[in-house]
């Protein structure tokens, strides 16, 4: 399951530039619905241009990044935490429509380890920062584009087909939508990916979220992973309120 939830959520990591297995130094340092919010669409819209935009501090937006990184202490008894996955995929195989210039634009990025409980759920988190808040502005907007949502659920099916197989599992009808939660930051946006399956005649619902909230010129998204259902919304907006609080102290 670990396999097929990261296979699921590394295209949309990639996309935000933040990379599928982190960053070393992270990684070692701790163990239907909602489009963007309307209210922050319209000002971000007309933000000052990447060309026109101050240089970037590269080392301080790193320093912003590591110090929001969800660490273990962030979760109740019974987690545990281990260094991401290093995974070799390319973000230009999964730019979708709204997505293609974002590769490469960072001034900083991260992720945090990989955290699971004995119910084999998992959660992980990545940050990107950008030079200003057009660039996680136009990655907020695609979320909740729909042409957007059907290209990444093609480039998920295959994904996920290609490791389902290696693991003897067979698919049902693998699914990508948008997902209501509350609003965070300064626009957020949600995706659920539904990965019905069978395991040696046992058949299991498990489910993908992927929160993303923006919190100035940074992004950070969320990735919770359940095997027999989703994990619960409390959880997931307990964890979301954590990261972007974190992530806005960091950046003030």
Do not use: Y
């Amino acid at each position: 399951m670990r396999k097929l939830a990261g296979a699921a959520t590394c295209g949309l990591l990639l996309l935000l530039a933040a990379g599928c297995g982190g960053s070393d130094d992270a990684a070692t340092e701790t163990a239907t619905v909602a489009a963007p919010s309307e209210a922050t669409s319209s000002t971000t819209a007309s933000a000052t241009s990447a060309d026109a935009a101050p240089a970037a501090d590269k080392d301080a937006d790193q320093a912003i990044v590591d110090a929001a990184l969800l660490k273990l202490d962030d979760f109740p008894s019974g987690w545990t935490g281990h260094p991401a996955d290093d995974e070799d995929d390319d973000p230009e195989a999964w730019s979708c429509p709204g997505l293609d210039d974002l590769d490469g634009k960072t001034t900083a990025k991260g992720s945090s380890p990989d955290f699971e409980n004995d119910s084999n759920e998992q959660v992980t988190e990545s940050i990107a920062v950008f030079p200003d808040e057009n660039l996680p502005h136009q990655f907020l907007s695609a979320l909740g584009n729909q042409d957007f949502l059907d290209c990444m659920e093609d480039k998920v099916l295959d994904e996920i087909e290609s490791d389902a197989s290696e693991e003897d599992v067979t698919l049902g009808d693998v699914k990508l939508s948008q997902l209501r939660v509350n609003d965070r930051g300064d626009e957020s946006a949600a995706i659920r990916v539904a990965i019905p399956m069978e395991i040696q005649g046992i058949t299991l619902d498990a489910a993908v979220d992927v929160i993303a909230v923006r919190v100035g010129r940074s992004v950070l998204m969320l990735m919770t992973a359940g095997v027999m259902s989703p994990v619960s919304d409390a959880d997931r907006e307990n964890l979301t309120t954590v990261a972007t609080k974190r992530l806005a102290a960091a950046m003030s």
